[in-house]
């Protein structure tokens, strides 16, 4: 392999790359492409099919004594590949394959060795061929139906090839062997020192440039059907030939089968086409008409909405549930949108002046009972409105130690206290006291007198 060569496939390996990650980082910014980890995009493939000597472009096949004697002959193909798709339009694919490659020629050809041990034929064993190939998709085509069937791609790569040639007296690739990979001529090792003792195989460098289309048989299998041009670096492909130092080349057609892997609750990205989903969201119109569904049922939803969070009295209850409807502004209402009555203030005769009407606890508890809100309610109210201060005394009745009463009565002065402290008072302006069992309003031999007993008493 010349320095020439190297440099060339240096350039091309740079180009393929360059592109390669120029698509990987415009996905990176997705528009209607909306990012790799909605699709998969990692396959396996299996392939088969036929070489020929020759490639489309045409070129010297080196082994006949001039262009036009050229013969075709098949020769047997077969290789498995793995590839990572980066976007709807590039993956990197790994490939290998092996096979044979036949030529033969009706007229003397073979090694330029006039007069002895000429050849009419060659076969080439590929013992192996591996490739990184970029692969760009030209279009993903969906046929009157909104499921993308059709892939079309192009690729070129880089890699390695070890393959064996052998030329035979006959053109039907029997008889005589004439030249080998060992430098052998003939029966005997005679002639072409430079190849005598070689390895049984040479190594040589491979360019494949193919085009191809994938048919999508079902999310996960997809038919793959494809040409390549293989371009090599060795002018001894197929044995030693009259051109010299030409370049060799050989084409594969195939047919396979691609497995997409992954979940099947994600679209492949292979078949991914965006031009395809843009046309869906903008110009498909069962989507347009599902989406002007879809606005009108949330237009009727947001007036339920409204119509059930209306209160034209302000009252906190809404229309629907007020069954007080019109109630002045400020007034304190229950759930049904109804006024709340509060006891009037009494008068206790063992203290000097008025106040509300105890707050009640249950048993060993210091939580504020529900119905105790109104009442704490208006007193905040009143508080703040007029500046003023209040005492909160804790009681306990007689079950349990003394100790204990005393401090749960200091626990139930200060959970009214917290309310009101949260209503907007002022702490400062609370006191808050505990009497443990002292001081009953009623019996403790009773369960009616100790539920009573149970209280906070509000003092101004």
Not at 169 to 189: I, P, R, S
Not at 214 to 230: D, R
Not at 261 to 266: E, F, N, R, T, V
Request: with cysteine; charged share 20%.
């Amino acid at each position: 392999m010349n320095y020439s060569t190297i440099k060339k496939t240096a350039v091309a390996a740079s180009l393929v790359a360059a592109l390669g990650f120029a698509e990987t980082a415009q996905a990176q910014t997705p528009t209607v492409f909306g990012g790799r980890s909605q699709y998969r995009t990692w396959s396996i493939g299996v392939q088969g099919g036929i070489t020929t000597p020759n490639v489309l472009i045409g070129g010297n096949n080196a082994f006949g004594q001039k262009v036009g004697y050229f013969q075709n002959k098949v020769g047997e193909y077969y290789g498995l590949t793995i590839r990572k798709q980066f976007s709807h339009l590039f993956g990197l694919e790994l490939e290998g394959n092996r096979g044979t490659i036949k030529t033969y020629n009706h007229d003397l050809s073979g090694p330029a060795q006039e007069g002895q041990f000429n050849a009419r034929s060659a076969k080439t064993s590929v013992n192996w061929a591996g490739s990184l190939n970029g692969v760009f998709q030209l279009g993903t085509i969906d046929f009157l139906r909104r499921e993308n069937a059709v892939n079309f791609y192009a690729k070129v790569g880089l890699g390695a090839f070890s393959y064996n040639p052998v030329q035979y007296a006959n053109n039907d690739f029997t008889g005589t062997v004439v030249w080998d990979q060992k430098g052998n001529w003939g029966e005997e090792v005679i002639g072409d020192r430079d190849h005598k003792g070689d390895k049984d195989y040479r190594l040589g460098m491979i360019v494949p440039v193919g085009v191809g289309a994938k048919f999508k048989l079902s999310e996960v299998v997809a038919l793959n059907l494809g040409y390549t041009m293989n371009f090599t670096d060795e002018a001894l492909l197929y044995g030693p030939n009259r051109h010299g130092a030409g370049k060799q080349r050989y084409a594969n057609v195939y047919g396979g089968l691609e497995f997409t892997l992954g979940s099947k609750d994600k679209e492949n990205l292979t078949f991914a086409n965006p031009v395809a989903t843009l046309y869906d969201e903008l110009k498909d119109p069962s989507l347009r008409n599902e989406v002007e569904a879809l606005k009108q049922r949330v237009s009727a939803l947001e007036g339920t909405v409204n119509e059930l969070s209306k209160d034209s009295d302000g009252d906190g209850v809404s229309d629907k549930f007020d069954k007080c409807p019109g109630t002045p502004a400020g007034t304190v209402v229950d759930g049904s949108g109804c006024p709340i009555k509060f006891p009037e203030p009494v008068v206790n005769n063992a203290t000097e002046g008025a106040y509300y009407a105890p707050i009640q606890f249950e048993f060993d508890s210091s939580v504020l009972k529900t119905e105790s809100y109104s009442t704490l309610d208006k007193l905040a109210k009143e508080l703040r409105d007029n500046n003023s201060s209040v005492t909160l005394d804790g009681y306990a009745s007689s079950e349990g130690t003394e100790a204990y009463n005393l401090n749960l009565s200091k626990d139930r002065a200060n959970a009214v206290k917290q309310y009101l402290v949260n209503a907007g008072v002022a702490a400062s302006s609370i006191t808050a006291n505990g009497y443990g069992e002292a001081n009953p309003v009623s019996s403790n031999a009773t369960e009616e007198g100790r539920v009573k007993n149970r209280r906070v008493e509000i003092k101004k």
